[in-house]
């Protein structure tokens, strides 16, 4: 027996489910990247708003590329499970807000028409950072963004919207990027001037992209985490996923045409994002990375096994708490200290099997907002991070071994850079000025010394 809005009525009672009637409920939200990750999080504040009496924000999921999702949820009218686990325990939830799941190519005339929809205020995207097709240096890659992502089908809908005189909307990126809204608002401009620039005013006029901060650990759901449930089910739910208790938005509120009451749900509405969204990315992104690299690199599977290794739980505590804490601009409501220790206990959750392989993928994305910003900041208060640069080399050894594209984009291009240059000079190849990921961030030769000493270890 699968779940479905048929069977929906015979799960165990004590799985929580939404109260509202689902069918009376109209769309408003278009969502790129349907993974487990926004069906933990924006879906389940989504659910919940809708549980409060708050109406019309169903949930339109889009996947660009596999349609794997689509034989997930729409057999299961897009019913799914959201199962939060703790060392204490587990608790299941069902959760209604998402509709269906279109697949870009097959479905593409229906995503069409719903994104050309007055009903559709909000589109929002966990793309991955590698989504938002950007160059090294951060402008838009047109020839990627040509390639299946979401800029066409975005620019076809908002002239169809302007021609028939329907209001404009709002593009949410919850994605791990810096300033993600703003990045979205420029790379959409930069698409639209490109390709057509007729469309700027209105864009400017009528649509709003606010940056939001997004949290909470979500590892990719596997066969055994699925039968597990079936088990206490008594049906299969294809589309469950499984997450820690905590869970935390921080979300500008700048929107185009109204948004669900998702205040009244735990997500904080804020005029600015940026001293949470930093916070964030620098020390818990950042501590993330580190644990993959250097986890791996010690023969780790797991992030809360890498965390129980002394030796990298020193480095990760150091990273987080003097290196990359004194760079965020804590507003009145942040307490860094707290944060951190919150962190390191969410990090120890034996009952999350959150994956390192799974944070290791696409570092050369990631690296910027989690390492590099936090190493210009402090470069320029004269201070070095002896523990973001312990990172860096592991990266840097991460990838000479990892040969597939698919764990990076720029995978190709570092081998290349490896190969051509070597422990000696690989650091300033990659971080340097003209490097391929040079940045805000110049390395001082103190730096370099540090990476090639590193790097040139047996
Ligand atoms: C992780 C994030 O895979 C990764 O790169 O660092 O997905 C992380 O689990 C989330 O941002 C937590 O909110």
């Given at each position: 027996m699968r779940l479905s809005p048929d069977t929906a009525g015979r799960l165990p009672s004590d799985i929580s489910r939404f109260s509202y009637e689902r069918?009376?409920?109209q769309g408003g939200i278009v969502h790129f990247g349907i993974g487990a990750f926004h069906r933990a999080h924006q879906a389940w504040y989504t659910d919940l708003a809708m549980d409060t009496g708050d109406k019309d924000w169903a949930i339109t999921g889009v996947?660009?590329?596999?349609?794997s999702v689509a034989a997930q949820m729409n057999p299961q009218q897009g019913l799914f499970t959201v199962t939060e686990r703790s060392a204490k325990g587990s608790r299941t939830r069902l959760m209604g807000a998402v509709r269906e799941v279109l697949v870009a190519g097959t479905g593409s005339a229906a995503l069409s028409s719903l994104l050309a929809a007055g009903e559709t205020r909000i589109v929002s995207f966990t793309v991955t950072e590698k989504g938002y097709c950007r160059a090294p240096n951060g402008s838009l890659d047109l020839d990627l963004a040509a390639q299946g992502s979401f800029y066409p089908v975005l620019a076809e809908a908002m002239d169809v919207r302007r021609e028939s005189g329907v209001q404009g909307f709002t593009l949410l990126s919850c994605d791990n990027l810096a300033q993600n809204g703003q990045q979205l608002h420029r790379l959409m401009s930069e698409y639209l001037?490109?390709?057509a620039k007729h469309l700027l005013p209105w864009f400017e006029a009528e649509c709003r992209c606010p940056s939001s901060m997004v949290d909470r650990i979500v590892p990719a759901t596997t066969a055994e985490d699925r039968s597990a449930l079936a088990a206490q089910l008594?049906?299969?739910?294809?589309a469950a996923v499984f997450t820690?208790?905590?869970t935390q938005w921080v979300i500008e509120d700048d929107f185009a045409a109204g948004r669900p009451a998702w205040d009244r749900v735990g997500a904080q509405l804020v005029a600015d994002v940026e001293p949470?969204?930093?916070?964030?990315?620098r020390m818990l992104n950042g501590s993330h990375s580190a644990l993959a690299y250097l986890g791996l690199?010690?023969?780790h599977v797991f992030v809360h096994q890498a965390i129980a290794d002394a030796e990298v739980r020193t480095l990760v505590e150091r990273l987080m708490r003097e290196e990359a804490a004194p760079t965020v601009s804590a507003g009145p409501e942040q307490d860094l200290e707290r944060y951190a220790s919150s962190l390191m206990e969410r990090f120890a959750n034996p009952a999350?099997?959150?994956?390192l392989e799974q944070i290791a993928m696409d570092g050369s994305q990631k690296i910027p907002q989690r390492w590099l910003d936090t190493l210009a900041e402090q470069a320029r208060r004269g201070r070095s991070c002896p523990a973001i640069l312990t990172a860096l080399a592991a990266w840097l050894r991460h990838v000479r071994q990892h040969q597939r594209s698919a764990d990076d984009p720029l995978v190709p291009e570092l081998r290349r850079l490896w190969q051509q240059y070597g422990s000696r000079d690989i650091a300033q190849r990659v971080f340097g000025s003209g490097g391929l990921l040079a940045s805000a961030w110049q390395p001082s030769q103190e730096d370099l010394a540090f990476l090639m000493t590193d790097l040139s270890r047996p």
């Open positions: 069918d009376h409920q996947s660009l590329r596999s349609p001037t490109a390709r008594g049906m299969d739910d294809e820690e208790a905590f949470y969204e930093t916070a964030k990315l690199e010690r023969g999350l099997n959150h994956r």
